[in-house]
């Protein structure tokens, strides 16, 4: 067995407890040994002066986006993905898609992301830049049938079965897939009655965008007369494994539906906020039992993938929809960024525990804005910074030593996605 040992932190149990403790990795089965007072590891990470956690869980993204960052802001959603993002996204090329999501894993990783949930296309070039990065990741191929002809829309389809029946269980079982028909607006009913059983019959989960504004709800309530999450359910796509994005909308009737069929909602309120979509009803999901996790979306909508940047938000805006100082607690958004986003993607972690998988991330305490530590918890939903994550480990695989990334070239990423970007946008701008 071979073994590392993150010594001489605090460890945040999964009662949201903090004690003094070391933490035992075995790298071969890539889950934790013991926590507590461990032998001494084959390798040893230090963090004294640091709280252990958890990877954090980006449980809704779009990561090649990245090169959009700070292109079309301040738009609502409509007429920004009409007018800006779909555009500029028909001019992408593979490489550029390869790139983006580089430049996306190494913002995440550096900030103590160690699993990430990704919708978008040319996800084989996706999931190459995954696997190079050492992080875990549910991906799927985002399909649109909207404004395409059938064989087209069935085409798109078709490719969304075919990668997430290709590409699970790739990276050493670090990759799973799911079917990702982008939102119950942009793609026909039709299509989902044909391909959601084909799904199913494959032990496909489903992932898509969900009741996000106004706009995306009353459409279908005047063509189907019910809401979308009753129509998803007449469609077949609220089973236990499946989870939606953003659930801003939803009211007691889906909430109710969310629970009874165990289907998780990756909450993400930087995004809603920025393209005034609306503030999602944090605490009555979770009331209710539904499962909550924490997205950033894609950085043309956020524009960043810090997840403690979320988790403030998350709190922050949970209290403003309740009306009330005491809803969205600090622990339950330290829970949904954490077990709640691994329980999302369907992997064994965001909990350190015997037997759960080594992901975990160190966050140095010892900055001005983390002092005094009265109550840690607090600190990692309301103060926390990505840039205070000192070192940050994949199935007991250290990819963050002291800051510094060690399984891509965070220089040559940032040249490359630069580069891309540059090139990406005069494409756009003379393509109109």
Same mark, same amino acid.
């Given at each position: ?25 075995? /790298? ?17 990470? *230090? ?14 993204? !779009? ?33 550029? #898609? ?26 084989? &070039? #996706? ?8 992080? /875990? ?5 985002? #399909? ?7 064989? &087209? ?35 026909? &009913? ?33 063509? !189907? ?91 922050? #805006? ?56 009265? *109550?840690?918890?607090?600190?990692? &939903? ?20 002291? /800051?510094?990334?060690?399984?891509? *070239? ?10 891309? @970007? @540059? ?10």
């Amino acid at each position: 067995m071979s073994t590392l040992q993150i010594s001489s932190g605090r460890v945040l149990r999964p009662d949201m407890s903090v004690e003094r403790a070391d933490l035992l990795a075995d /790298r071969e089965t890539g889950r934790i040994v013991e926590v507590g007072d461990v032998a001494t590891g084959d390798e040893r990470l *230090d963090a004294d002066g640091s709280l252990v956690v958890p990877g954090l869980v980006n449980a809704h993204c !779009h990561m090649a986006m990245t090169l959009l960052r700070g292109y079309a802001d301040d738009k609502p959603l409509g007429p920004w993905l009409r007018e800006d993002i779909w555009p500029a996204e028909a001019e992408l090329t593979t490489d550029d #898609i390869r790139a983006g999501a580089r430049l996306g894993l190494a913002e995440m990783l550096l900030a103590g992301v160690t699993a990430v949930g990704d919708m978008y296309f040319e996800v084989p &070039a #996706i999931a190459e830049a995954v696997a190079e990065s050492g992080v /875990r990741a549910r991906l799927g191929h985002g #399909i649109v049938t909207a404004g395409k002809d059938t064989p &087209a829309a069935r085409a798109d389809f078709e490719e969304g079965l075919a990668v997430a029946r290709e590409l699970d269980g790739a990276a050493d079982g670090r990759i799973r897939t799911a079917l990702m028909p982008h939102s119950l607006t942009t793609v026909d &009913a039709e299509l989902l009655e044909t391909f959601v059983p084909r799904a199913r019959g494959s032990d496909v989960p489903l992932h898509y965008h969900a009741n996000e504004t106004v706009d995306e709800v009353e459409p279908i309530v005047e063509e !189907h007369g019910c809401r979308p999450l009753e129509l998803a359910d007449e469609l077949g796509m609220l089973g236990e494994r499946d989870f939606i994005a953003h659930g801003v909308h939803v009211d007691e009737v889906e909430i109710d539906l969310l629970a009874e069929r165990g289907v998780d909602v990756a909450h993400c309120p930087a995004s809603n906020m920025k393209l005034a979509s609306g503030i999602a009803p944090v605490q009555r999901l979770i009331d209710a039992g539904v499962g909550v996790a924490i997205g950033t979306d894609g950085a043309a909508s956020n524009n960043d993938l810090d997840p403690f940047d979320e988790l403030r938000d998350a709190a922050m #805006i949970g209290k403003l929809a309740a009306e009330d100082a005491s809803a969205v607690p600090a622990g339950a958004v330290v829970r949904a960024a954490t077990a709640g986003g691994a329980d999302a993607l369907g992997f064994d972690a965001g909990r350190l525990e015997e037997g759960a998988l080594a992901d975990v991330a160190v966050v140095d305490l010892e900055a001005p804005h983390l002092t005094p530590a009265t *109550d840690l918890v607090s600190h990692l &939903a309301y103060a926390v910074r990505g840039s205070d994550v000192r070192h940050t480990v994949v199935g007991g695989n250290v990819l963050v030593r002291d /800051r510094e990334l060690l399984t891509l *070239d965070v220089g040559s990423v940032r040249r490359e996605a630069e580069s891309r @970007s @540059s090139e990406l946008l005069r494409r756009a701008d003379t393509s109109e």
